[in-house]
């Protein structure tokens, strides 16, 4: 970013601060409204039973995936990954529906009404994964992207950690539409004017600093995004199962995500913001292999101090426990933000974000969310966590076999 | 160097018997919280943090109690002195303190019949002992302490210069030309190594290991200051143009880098941080270069050489 501003290219840093703008928000919006605040409009707005709305949520994920995969086929099939200005106006136009959305929550009664919103959701969310994803390529070189992932994820999560004192749905829709409306704006300008700025940034998808992402190689394509896949789908699926279940435990909330005191929640975003800026600096300089041996690590020490923790049921949490996850979150935030557009080309990238993102995210939420459900009913809290924790611990554990018996990734081919 | 690995082995497994030597060694009876009553005699001093204790009647406690916060009703026979600092104390009416009982602050409830051997006392009327008071170190002994530090840390460099040139030099070479690589896994291998030695020493059993983990994270982190240490001495040494004997080289550097740490380290707000920022420096490049075993290269360089 230095170097851009050294050279003032301001069109390049222009297009990094759209994107990481962008994202934040988009990101910031799924966080707040699609993952805390739909299940308490569901349950105390409506007054579904939470098994009714889990459930519902389920259904969300899962069509949400489908529609990701079918956009970005679809975007791959007309071409359009290479051409900026429709990715604007499509942009623009989920923005839209977004605002419509949120805007019409009061009028939604009884859960055909919460299903056929949920659809919609669904809709918006599902176009706007491939579209959004799929322009990196044209805003952020092969170099940068790591840093872009950093600012991304630590904007979202410090802006959903210290302004969301009460998850409740109204607190998070009044803020959504704030945001939308001014995102809306800001899109709608972008997508139907006609600028220097704008034409630049087009064109970058074709300059190689942007065009070819550092983890592709010749003819194995394929392979590496179903690994990369399956693993980011781990580390969801442990994250999610394991956040889902404390998530209805009130000591561990109100004394950390949830606190009253706002020290505690700046705390947490502050190890959000470092986990971030470390992930960042990471995945620019590693491989990909540590940073996913750190994740599973540190979410596997997470849960086990949280048994730890739940066996000698003391009556006050550590602050350590949620900082630790924090950080194992954040990291692979800037990971799952990054890596899609790092297995692509301008042509590909739209396929690949929505295989991956809705794959392994989407996916990953909906066998969690049912699985919490029903664990939820049999299990204790402390056998819920234990599990979660093996589970980690095997993933971290197959990850190092897996360095320890494979041959290390060999650099790229020039093409 | 066969004889290395077991030697290491024997120093490491020997660490094990540690946690069987308990006799003979000062025991205590940690209360955190929660509700506990004794109801068999205690050979050991009792510190209560938080909860409730209760030591009934015809039991006794062979030790001292300190008590610094939640309940402790006695009435049962202390043998030591008790220190009662904040919370809430009864002795019922079979209650015996052999020793002392010393009352910070805290709400006392005694029963006339309940005894107390020694004596009592109250308020600023603890008797503490003589220890020195703490003051400020001067600039001189400051000075002094850095120069003995960073005279026997050079010697440390100098005899790893000597025989370990290659991998002294790597850390150095990751610490200077990475430094924000090795500044962000510094970060995690302080915060995610601490927290998992502190989860470690949870389960008791592993106290050794904890032990041995915060041993080698310091080692780690002293490799990491001789590396960088030496490395800057390097380009100051390149800047003079003079000549100089790596091993007086290495020991040189270390005493300026020492002297160097210690004067950023005393800038108002800041210091601490730069100095914290340096150990992080040094420990992520000797976790990246394995001890300085293999040289780092980041990533992106390799990916994107062509």
């Known amino acids: 970013m230095l170097e851009t501003l050294k050279t003032r290219n301001w069109p390049r840093l222009f297009g990094y601060i759209l994107f990481i703008g962008m994202m934040a928000a988009g990101y910031y919006y799924n966080l707040t409204f699609v993952q805390l605040g739909l299940e308490d409009f569901g349950t105390r707005l409506l007054g579904l039973s939470p098994s009714a709305v889990a459930r519902d949520m389920a259904c969300l994920a899962l069509l949400t995936c489908l529609i990701a995969i079918a956009f970005g086929w679809w975007i791959q099939k007309q071409g359009w990954g290479r051409r900026f200005r429709v990715k604007l106006r499509l942009s623009f136009g989920v923005v839209l529906a977004q605002i419509l959305l949120t805007f019409i929550c009061p009028f939604v009664t009884g859960e055909p009404g919460f299903l ?47 302004l969301s004192s009460e998850w409740t749905f109204e607190a998070f829709r009044r803020q959504s539409l704030l945001m939308l409306a001014g995102g809306a704006l800001g899109m709608g300008i972008l997508a139907f004017i006609h600028h220097p700025w704008l034409d630049a940034l087009a064109r970058q998808h074709e300059h190689p600093a942007f065009a070819r992402g550092r983890f592709l190689r010749a003819g194995r394509r394929d392979r590496r995004l179903l690994g990369l896949i399956l693993i980011m789908f781990s580390i969801y699926f442990v994250d999610s199962l394991g956040f889902l279940r404390l998530l209805k435990t009130p000591l561990y909330m109100t004394g950390s995500w949830q606190s009253p005191d706002f020290e505690v929640r700046l705390f947490i975003a502050g190890a959000h913001v470092l986990g971030a800026l470390v992930a960042g ?128 990734p060999k650099p790229i081919e020039a093409s | 160097m066969k004889r290395f690995p077991l030697t290491f082995l024997v120093a490491f497994l020997s660490l094990f018997l540690a946690a069987c030597g308990s006799d003979g060694l000062y025991r205590f009876t940690l209360v955190t919280e929660g509700e506990h009553i004794l109801t068999q005699d205690l050979t050991s001093s009792l510190i209560v943090t938080d909860g409730s204790v209760t030591l009934p009647a015809g039991t006794m406690l062979d030790g001292s109690v300190h008590i610094l916060s939640g309940s402790f009703n006695v009435d049962g026979h ?98 200077t030309h990475h430094s924000l690589v090795s500044g962000a896994v510094g970060l995690l291998v302080g915060v995610v190594g601490i927290s998992l030695l502190v989860t470690m020493a949870y389960t008791i059993l592993l106290i050794p290991v904890t032990l041995l983990g915060f041993f080698l994270l310091g080692v780690a982190a002293l490799y990491g200051w001789i590396g960088l240490g030496i490395s800057a001495g390097r380009l100051g040494i390149r800047i003079l143009k003079r000549p100089v004997k790596p091993s007086a080289a290495a020991f040189i550097s270390m005493l300026v880098f020492m002297l160097m740490l210690e004067l950023v380290s005393s800038i108002p707000l800041i210091g601490d941080l730069l100095g914290l920022s340096v150990v992080l420096i040094g420990l992520g490049a000797v976790a990246l270069t394995r001890f300085g075993l293999r040289r780092f290269t980041p990533a992106a360089n390799q990916n994107l050489s062509t």
């Open chain 1, 116 to 162: 056929v919103w949920l659809a919609g959701v669904s809709v918006a969310l599902g176009v706007g994964v491939p579209v959004m994803f799929s322009m990196t390529v044209d805003l952020i070189p092969v170099r940068m992207r790591g840093g872009a992932a950093a600012l991304v994820t630590a904007c979202a999560y410090f802006a959903a950690e210290t």
């Open chain 1, 281 to 408: 600096v990471l995945y620019s300089s590693l491989h990909e292999r540590p940073l996913f041996l750190w994740i599973f690590g540190i979410f596997a020490l997470t849960h086990l101090q949280y048994s730890f923790h739940i066996r000698t049921e003391a009556a006050n949490t550590v602050l350590s426990m949620p900082m630790l996850y924090a950080l194992a979150v954040s990291l692979y935030t800037v990971v799952n933000f990054a890596i899609w557009a790092d297995l692509s080309t301008p042509d590909t990238i739209s396929l690949n974000s929505a295989l991956g993102v809705a794959l392994s995210g989407w996916t990953a939420t909906f066998l969690s969310t049912a699985l919490a459900i029903a664990w939820g009913e049999r299990l204790s809290l402390e056998r819920h966590i234990q599990v979660v924790d093996s589970l980690a611990m095997l993933f971290f554990l197959a990850m190092v076999a897996l360095a320890y018996f494979s041959p290390a």
């Open chain 2, 78 to 175: 202390i043998t030591g002195d008790v220190f009662f600092l904040n919370g809430d104390l009864t002795l019922g009416p079979s209650a015996r303190i052999g020793g002392d009982l010393n009352l910070g602050s805290g709400s006392y409830h005694p029963s006339p019949d309940s005894v107390i051997v020694g004596q009592i006392n109250t308020g600023a009327g603890i008797p503490l002992p003589d220890l020195p008071e703490k003051q400020a170190p001067t600039v001189w002994i400051l000075l002094l302490r850095t120069l003995i530090s960073g005279s026997l840390l050079g010697l440390v460099a100098t005899v790893l210069i000597r025989y370990v040139p290659g991998a002294v030099g790597r850390v150095g070479e990751a610490a």
